[in-house]
């Protein structure tokens, strides 16, 4: 008789195919959201559909593969039934989430699953800092970084519900509340881990880095992204000094993302050297986003184009995309890729990959232009709304096809192990 033993490598694998199935659904919802404007649908509640798009593709998808990928690179096997339990909690309020903002909204329920899952959260954060088992020094003060960020951003929630008590919610204080977890989230937990896991996928090849040099650039790409939420104050108040941060943290910000690429320019270089045709496709475009998410963070510095991207909402819009879609998710794929959770080398994938890039590239392209037309006073693009409806289509379909390749993977195992316990 076999006796029954957990297996982490498969139990990651199962995660990374939860992690793309919220994707794949968050997928959904978001082109429910744009085939809102391109037909009269009486049954959904648009705000409520956002809430459910929203806090699923940050926290189903983005969360729980970063959660997925900290226990495969950083965490000993042998504390990863403890991981497993704490996944299940949190992919318990992912789906109650899931199905509770499209029904009601903002509520009861809605909140407190959304409450399940910060509290989750501190519990990874807590156990991380204390299991981590990483080699580089660099490498711990991204994650660490990464951890305090994640709890820093909960603050911000955490004071929505006292403003909504005390008749808040419709001031400058209750929005600025909800920047603050978003920033966070985007500029700090998201940027850092993904930081953290490349950096830490680098020096893993046998490259070094200039630890004193690193400092410099940890600690300016630090203040940059605390100073750079002087953005989001400047336009909840108006106060010039809150603009005059926000360029400083920029300027830290140019400074900082320099540095980074110098010293790990070498790193890079050997590193595309050495890995496959898609995983090279997959990191540039990573690369590439990231970039183009500091650029245009950095056009912010000027106040009319930081009143642009504060008020239309295309802009808006376009920035998270690029930041989530682009950069997070990009990077978050080629991760997974490389740990063998994905059958990275088959044509379909290969033709999904394509089909995701170009759907996140036409979108973006889409949305921006959207967004220089209205504010340069040119009104709304010609079929705007439908084509933005056709190419956010690509997104779905293709994270389908990953799904499923996820999916085969686990099915060899199963056979094989069958195979394995038979002759056993």
């Known amino acids: ?207 070094e880095i200039n630890n004193r040099v690193f400092s410099w650039f940890f600690y300016l790409f630090t203040s940059a992204t605390v100073l750079s939420f002087g953005l989001v104050l400047f336009w909840a108040y108006g106060t010039p000094a809150f603009q005059w941060v926000n360029n400083l943290g920029i300027l830290l910000q140019l400074a900082s993302i320099g540095i980074f690429l110098t010293i790990s320019r070498d790193g890079i270089r050997m590193y595309f050297n050495r890995s496959s045709y898609i995983l090279n496709l997959i990191f540039r475009f990573g690369l590439l986003f990231l970039l183009s998410k500091i650029v245009i963070h950095s056009v912010s510095i000027f106040p009319e184009m930081a009143d642009a991207a504060t008020t239309l909402r295309p802009l808006m819009m376009g920035f998270v995309h690029l930041t989530v879609l682009g950069f997070v998710s990009s990077f978050l794929l080629g991760f997974i890729s490389q740990t063998g959770h994905i059958s990275a080398d088959s044509n379909q994938f290969l033709m999904a990959l394509i089909l995701f890039l170009s759907g996140i590239v036409f979108t973006e392209v889409l949305l921006f232009s959207q967004g220089l037309s209205y504010w340069m006073q040119w009104g709304q693009l010609p079929y705007y709304h439908e084509m933005l409806f056709v190419f956010s289509a690509m997104l779905p379909l293709s994270i389908l096809v990953i799904v499923f390749q996820v999916k085969n993977i686990n099915a060899e195992i199963t056979k094989m192990n069958t195979v394995k316990n038979t002759y056993n």
Request: aromatic share 20%; with cysteine.
């Open 1 to 207: 008789m076999v006796g029954y033993n957990v297996n982490p490598n498969r139990m990651k694998k199962f995660w990374i195919l939860l992690s793309f199935s919220n994707f794949f659904i968050a997928a959904l919802f978001g082109l429910l959201l744009r085939a809102a404007f391109v037909w009269e649908i009486n049954w959904i509640v648009y705000r409520n559909i956002l809430h459910a798009h929203s806090h699923l593709a940050m926290l189903g998808w983005v969360y729980m593969g970063i959660f997925a990928l900290f226990c495969h690179h950083f965490i000993p096997t042998s504390t990863s039934r403890r991981y497993s339990r704490l996944f299940w909690v949190t992919q318990i309020s992912v789906i109650g989430m899931m199905i509770s903002f499209p029904l009601q909204g903002y509520a009861a329920v809605s909140i407190s699953f959304a409450t399940l899952h910060i509290l989750a959260s501190y519990v990874f954060c807590y156990r991380v800092w204390k299991d981590q088992q990483i080699a580089f020094p660099a490498v711990r003060k991204l994650v660490y970084c990464a951890l305090v960020f994640l709890v820093l951003s909960t603050f911000g929630v955490w004071l929505l519900g006292p403003l909504a008590v005390t008749g808040g919610r419709n001031t400058a204080l209750y929005q600025v509340a909800i920047q603050h977890y978003l920033h966070f989230q985007f500029h700090g937990w998201f940027t850092f881990a993904i930081l953290a896991i490349f950096l830490n996928s680098l020096l893993g090849q046998r490259w």
